[in-house]
């Protein structure tokens, strides 16, 4: 069985300052993980995504994510923020090796950007 | 530009209303999905289709029917919703549904229940 945890539904920075978005996942087999972003009124665009390959993973619109297989983690950071960064980020993850495929997605984190 | 396209944006429907949702994806992918999402919740996984076959169904009331045309299509056929049935409805597709493909969203409907 697979699971994300997102931990905190919301995150505030100052423009400029670095984002840090956590994720931990559970899964019984190698798993794939994946960060989605959702800006009002659209639905889910891929930022990134690991696939067993670099464990450093970087995305679009400047941020990265380095999978830690010894913390099970996945977390997201970008060095510095921008005001258009503001919008909701899931983490998904979904199984290798005959596992599931269908993704388990993380409540989400809301990340708000003051000028 | 999404890739998925969806329509309507918006539906207002009654109670006793029939109305279909409607998604197109020209990607050549063979792995389809309905989401509901709530506002700030995660989506909720409501039916996949491979090869436009339906293969998960998430227990959902059978006043939601899934319809896949085609390769292409994915229809949404909706019969007397309930007020609690209000959500952003999102349709993805995928590759072939394999694990390690990411989804492709559109930017779903947002329907409401009178």
């Known amino acids: 069985a697979q699971s994300v945890t997102q931990l905190g539904s919301h995150v505030s920075v100052s423009e400029g300052a670095l984002v840090l978005l956590r994720c931990n996942y559970s899964?019984?087999?190698?798993?794939?993980l994946f960060w989605y972003v959702q800006y009002p009124n659209q639905g889910l665009q891929l930022l990134l995504k690991y696939t067993s390959a670099a464990t450093l993973v970087k995305g679009i619109n400047g941020f990265e994510a380095e999978f830690k297989k010894s913390e099970t983690s996945f977390h997201l950071t970008k060095p510095s923020a921008h005001m258009s960064d503001a919008a909701e980020y899931f983490c998904a993850v979904t199984e290798g090796s005959g596992g599931s495929y269908i993704p388990t997605f993380g409540r989400g984190t809301s990340l708000i950007v003051h000028p | 530009d999404t890739e998925v396209t969806q329509t309507p944006k918006h539906l207002v429907m009654g109670m006793t209303n029939k109305k279909s949702l409607k998604c197109e994806q020209h990607?050549?992918?063979?792995?389809m999905y309905w989401y509901k999402q709530k506002a700030k919740k995660p989506p909720e996984l409501m039916f996949v289709y491979s090869y436009e076959k339906l293969s998960i169904n998430e227990s959902v009331p059978s006043r939601f029917s899934p319809e896949c045309p085609n390769s292409s299509l994915l229809n949404l056929h909706l019969h007397a919703l309930q007020p609690e049935d209000s959500a952003l409805y999102l349709c993805?597709?995928?590759?072939?549904?394999?694990?390690?493909?990411?989804?492709?969203f559109g930017d779903g409907t947002r329907l409401s229940i009178l």
């Open positions: 899964s019984s087999v190698p798993p794939y």
């Open positions: 993805a597709s995928s590759q072939d549904g394999k694990g390690g493909q990411p989804q492709h």
């Open positions: 990607m050549g992918h063979r792995a």
